[in-house]
């Protein structure tokens, strides 16, 4: 058991009897009445996002969670194949797990997959991933009036806004806490 108070972004908590884990937390002190902290928690099984008040000396059920690193090794029939890191076991998850996760994943990447009695239950990529850019329109000089930013496709398939200077070919670094974009390596 925690304090409502030491709930942070990852936790994973069991509220009435389901698995969550905390996207977000804002602590807030009212002018009158105790402290309390506003929590943005996501359903690990059916991924619904629910917004839940904590008193801060609130007791809550924390889970643990096994995190294991493993590398992503191919997809194959919607299946995800990854191996453990340490033991060479591999393992197959199906779309549901992987998520939108699949958007950033290129095989060989190494990554974080997270069991709850030894059981899978999600993909943890890692914070910045480099994927190069198979395609996107050439930014025209001087159009900065209408965007700054232009579509491009990545070798994984995903699709995210770009700057106008960034060209068919280049690496990028994207976030994939918000899928942005933040820099050319």
């Given amino acids: 058991m925690i304090d409502g108070n030491d709930l942070k972004y990852g936790t994973v908590i069991k509220v009435d009897g389901k698995l969550y884990i905390v996207l977000e937390t804002q602590h807030v002190k ?3 009445g105790p402290a309390y902290i506003k929590a943005k928690l996501k359903n690990f099984f059916e991924g619904n996002v629910l917004e839940k008040t904590f ?3 609130e007791k809550v059920e924390d889970v643990y969670i096994d995190r294991r690193h493993m590398q ?4 194959s029939d919607g299946e995800y194949v990854f191996m453990d890191s340490e033991n060479y076991e591999q ?3 199906n779309n549901e ?8 994943m290129k095989d060989g990447m190494e990554l ?10 999600s993909v943890i990529l890692p914070t910045f991933v480099e994927l190069k850019v198979i395609k996107t329109e050439p930014g025209l000089k001087g159009d900065t009036v209408s965007s700054p ?11 995210v806004m770009v700057p106008l ?20 390596v």
């Fill in 149 to 159: 930013l232009k579509p491009a496709t990545l070798e994984t398939g995903a699709e």
């Fill in 165 to 184: 200077f960034v060209n068919e070919g280049d690496v990028i670094k994207i976030d994939t806490r918000n899928n942005a974009y933040v820099e050319r």
């Fill in 91 to 93: 393992i197959s998850l």
């Fill in 55 to 57: 008193r801060s000396s």
């Fill in 112 to 121: 974080e997959v997270q069991f709850y009695e030894d059981k899978p239950i």
């Fill in 30 to 32: 009212p002018g009158k």
């Fill in 97 to 104: 797990l992987i998520g939108d996760s699949e958007n950033f």
């Fill in 72 to 75: 992503f090794l191919y997809k």
